[in-house]
């Protein structure tokens, strides 16, 4: 028989020395290998899982049979943590809407205005004279009215310019959601009027619908 390679070194560690005579006893365990040492007249040593033959002297080995190690448990994954997303913060600040007043004339006529002074104005005051006669009997051309709006009532005798008075309309502060749909209004206003306008007019109202455009881009949020 061919002889079999040695096993490693570290594996004579675990071996039991058995004599020849050994043969009879009983099997090996069933956790145990059983090897065959085999010397042979040469000298020559090998080791077999089978017995020996006549020409070669035998010792039985005994080893522990190689085992896998136990399994390890299963381990589920932790899934890494969601990345933490920033969100992008941003402030927007709406500018109230620029002022505007509804003025109320003396005539009862109303208008919008950008700012409460009212169209001041100045208007002459009048008063009455009485010239002198030359004699009884004398008469004269009836005096004439004083201009409308001088704020007296009309008398006999001769109106005169008295001096003057600064007035002012009555002006009151629009609130902001007010201010906005006035805006609009006019803008669709100016659009209506600009089909039938003059070429001349037609830059003026132009004019004027950027501004309102600009005005509620700014204060009224956009159209």
């Known amino acids: ?46 080791l077999q899982d089978a017995p020996c033959t006549k020409a070669h002297q035998q010792q039985v080995l ?31 600040t709406v500018q109230p809407p620029q002022p505007m007043y509804e003025c109320v004339t003396s005539e009862g006529e109303r208008y919008t205005s950008d700012n409460n002074d009212g169209n001041p104005r100045w208007v002459p005051t009048w008063g009455y004279a009485y010239p002198s006669h030359h ?9 004439p009215r004083p201009p409308a709006g001088g704020g007296i009532p009309w008398r006999a005798g001769v109106a005169v310019p008295m001096g003057s008075v600064l007035v002012r309309d009555s002006c009151t502060a629009l ?21 039938s306008a003059l070429q001349s007019e037609r830059r003026e109202l132009v004019r004027e619908q950027r501004g309102i455009e600009a005005r509620l881009d700014q204060d009224c949020g956009g159209h």
Do not use: F
């Not at 096993?7 to 675990?14: E, K, Q, S, T």
């Not at 399994?71 to 913060?89: D, F, H, M, N």
């Not at 009884?136 to 005096?143: D, L």
């Open 135 to 143: 004699g009884p009997g004398h008469g004269g051309p009836r005096p």
């Open 175 to 195: 609130p902001p959601q007010e201010v906005c749909a006035r805006l609009r209004d006019r803008r669709w206003e100016l659009i209506r009027r600009y089909n």
């Open 1 to 46: 028989m061919r002889p079999r390679p040695l096993l490693p070194g570290y594996l004579l560690g675990y071996l039991i020395w058995w004599p020849t005579a050994a043969l009879a006893v009983d099997p090996p365990a069933a956790d145990n290998v059983r090897i065959y040492r085999c010397v042979g007249s040469n000298g020559a040593v090998s």
């Open 62 to 92: 005994d080893m522990a049979r190689p085992k896998d190690p136990p399994a390890r448990p299963a381990t589920t994954p932790v899934p890494a943590p969601p990345p933490v997303i920033q969100r992008e913060v941003r402030v927007v």
